[in-house]
């Protein structure tokens, strides 16, 4: 099987900032298989919604419209380990965010249990 761990969410003011983590781990995870890790979010009374993904390989990032220039997508290969900084924090961006495992930058096959952030205004 393949676990993921999300941990760094917490409370912070508008503006500010978090790094959230997701270790990666388990017998059946290879990362040349399941070659790309995402970032998604749900926020109360929404729907799960995509906020970026980053290939093992090459580091290849995409990222959602309302986070870009905010977010950045970062991993360590040898930790597996893949990170989300989040930059000028907005209470719209509050939400659980999950980190996931995919074979392609669409199809996710494993995910965390996730993670809270709040953004207070």
């Known amino acids: 099987q393949v676990q993921l761990v999300e941990s760094g969410g917490g409370l912070v003011q508008a503006g500010g900032f978090l790094r959230l983590s997701c270790a990666v781990s388990?017998?059946?995870?290879?990362?040349?298989?399941?070659?790309?890790m995402g970032w998604f979010r749900q926020a109360p009374g929404k729907e799960r919604e995509f906020v970026g993904t980053?290939?093992?390989?090459?580091?290849?990032?995409d990222y959602a419209d309302s986070v870009k220039g905010r977010f950045t997508i970062s991993r360590d290969n040898a930790k597996n380990t893949v990170y989300l900084q989040m930059n000028t924090l907005k209470p719209e961006d509050t939400a659980v965010y999950y980190c996931?495992?995919?074979?392609?930058?669409?199809?996710?096959?494993?995910w965390g249990q996730g993670t809270q952030v709040t953004v207070s205004s």
């Open positions: 996931a495992a995919g074979d392609t930058r669409q199809k996710y096959r494993y």
């Open positions: 388990g017998r059946a995870f290879n990362k040349y298989v399941m070659g790309w």
């Open positions: 980053i290939s093992w390989s090459i580091g290849s990032t």
